[in-house]
């Protein structure tokens, strides 16, 4: 007999949604066929000999397999593979990714990360043939179209931006942050200079400050000022002749837009400085405000979230950068020229100043597919409103919670108000009712909502960054603002019930802690 740890099993749970507090361990002779299931991997199943596919007979003469290769790489012995039939196969596949939650099924108003809609228009425009099966390696002569396409995005990326010098190489938000700080490094080599220093905010993306270690830079946090802005004094006080450079993201991560941002321009650029964008917030203000116009010198975007394709998971992802007249030399190399005649070209003659090539190839070019098709469906027009709706959605929610009643215990944590995404505090609720927000985010699993980010930005206490997006309805909206004021009650009631949330899920709430220590990479055979 099999005994199965209760984090992986457990009993149904009842038509209140409720678990019973007392869970035992399942055995696989007295589970159900749905619970036995979930603790079977690929190889438990099928039989000996069952196959899922027959090879045909070889079209070609047999070689000596011991000829071709050398000892060391042979094999000891057969490989272990699963022996199953198709319908195994498809089953398991198809069940282990109902286990996950996923956009096209619940809400997922993970803040900072603005998980929207991806329109299945554009999975068609980048599953054409001339797209997806479009060799890397082809000579530009034969990528015409490809290199068109990327030409013109570089274009339209740059209208958005208010830059005119775009380049689509980097492969991810972060990578972009990489090639801005790398830039920043040139410009300032390029007359003499060694500077020491890059200031990011204390609400600035983790990755900001590990971007800035990576590219050899000392990292100095700036203060928020009590509206959630940039502290001005501290900044004054920190821009030295040593800093290179300012990473900021606007709207921030708090969800405020920063009124002095003239200002802080002025203050980093007559050190001597640049000032870096951090686009991960940009579908707030597309259409509305260009960071160029603001006084940045370098702006990345993340593709794969403002300009909508699937992402998370480690990918795909998109981070292209646009830069100032100022910054143009450095740019990364090859770069993509239209010629005199009309023609498209990767050029990489010339430029003496640039940083040259940050990765393989052009940059992943199915976001860029996607991305163009996103641009050219919705326009200009279409771009201001998807991000008038995206601020208009994150105020209606901040609303309807505060309708339902729930801002005593969940307060708004800057502010009155919100651009696209805002951040509560769970501290009055951890006092007055005994959960933390980490329970309020189990809790929200079992009523069909993927929980916001928690625990972040860090200067916020039990802080909730709720992002709902553009693409949401009011009714899904309202349905949220619902189940968070439905867990509150409930946990006035019985605060145990969140605290050992969730229970409809394939996997209860394991120690994540541990998980994060000691991971299981693999099964054991």
Do not use: W
């Not at 057969?78 to 089953?91: C, F, G, I, K, Q």
């Not at 015409?144 to 570089?154: F, H, R, T």
């Amino acid at each position: 007999m099999t005994t199965f740890n209760d984090n992986r099993l457990h009993a149904d749970p009842g038509i209140d949604g409720h678990h019973p507090h007392h869970d035992v361990p399942i055995s696989s002779e007295g589970a159900t066929p749905m619970q036995r299931d979930r603790a079977t991997t690929i190889f438990e199943k099928g039989a000996a000999g069952r196959r899922a596919f027959v090879a045909p007979k070889l079209d070609v003469p047999e070689a000596d397999g011991g000829e071709l290769l050398p000892a060391a790489l042979r094999r000891a012995a057969p490989a272990r593979l699963p022996e199953v039939s198709e319908p195994e196969l498809v089953r398991h596949y198809v069940k282990l990714s109902r286990r996950n939650f996923d956009l096209d099924t619940g809400f997922y108003p993970l803040g900072s990360c603005t998980m929207k809609h991806n329109p299945r228009l554009h999975e068609r425009v980048a599953a054409m043939a001339g797209h997806s099966r479009l060799h890397p390696l082809q000579s530009p002569e034969r990528s015409q179209g490809a290199l068109e396409l990327m030409y013109n995005l570089e274009r339209a990326l740059g209208e958005v931006s208010g830059l005119p010098h775009v380049s689509l190489q980097p492969s991810a938000g972060s990578h972009g942050e990489l090639a801005g700080v790398l830039l920043t490094r040139a410009f300032h080599e390029d007359r003499g200079q060694t500077r020491t220093k890059v200031l990011t905010p204390d609400t600035a993306h983790g990755t900001n400050p590990a971007t800035v270690t990576m590219a050899g830079f000392e990292v100095v946090k700036v203060g928020t000022n009590p509206d959630g802005g940039v502290d001005l004094d501290d900044l004054r006080a920190k821009a030295d002749e040593d800093v290179a450079c300012l990473m900021l993201t606007n709207p921030n991560t708090l969800g405020v837009f920063d009124p002095n941002i003239t200002e802080i321009a002025k203050i980093v650029h007559d050190v001597g400085a640049t000032l870096y964008y951090d686009g991960a917030n940009l579908n707030a203000i597309m259409g509305k405000a260009r960071p160029g116009d603001m006084g940045f010198d370098i702006v990345h975007f993340n593709l794969h979230k403002s300009f909508t394709q699937p992402h998370g998971g480690g990918g795909p992802g998109s981070g292209p950068i646009a830069v100032s007249d100022r910054m143009k030399p450095y740019l990364m190399n090859p770069r993509i020229v239209r010629r005199d005649d009309g023609s498209f070209d990767l050029d990489d003659h010339g430029y003496e100043k640039s940083i040259g090539r940050l990765r393989g190839f052009q940059g992943n070019y199915g976001c860029f597919v996607r991305s163009y098709a996103y641009i050219c469906s919705l326009g200009a027009e279409g771009l201001t409103d998807a991000s008038e709706t995206a601020v208009l959605n994150a105020n209606y929610l901040l609303a309807k919670l505060r309708e339902h009643g729930v801002a005593d215990r969940l307060p708004l944590a800057f502010g009155e108000l919100c651009m696209h995404e805002f951040v509560l505090s769970g501290a009055p609720m951890k006092k007055d009712l005994g959960i933390k927000t980490l329970d309020l985010a189990k809790r929200l699993l079992d009523h069909g909502y993927h929980p916001p980010t928690v625990y972040f930005p860090l200067l916020v206490d039990e802080a909730l960054l709720v992002e709902p997006t553009e693409t949401e309805t009011r009714e899904t909206l309202d349905g949220f603002a619902e189940a968070i004021a439905k867990i509150l009650t409930e946990a006035g009631e019985d605060p145990q019930i969140a605290q050992n949330a969730p229970y409809t899920t394939p996997v209860r709430r394991l120690d994540e802690a541990a998980a994060a220590k000691k991971p299981v990479l693999r099964q054991p055979l």
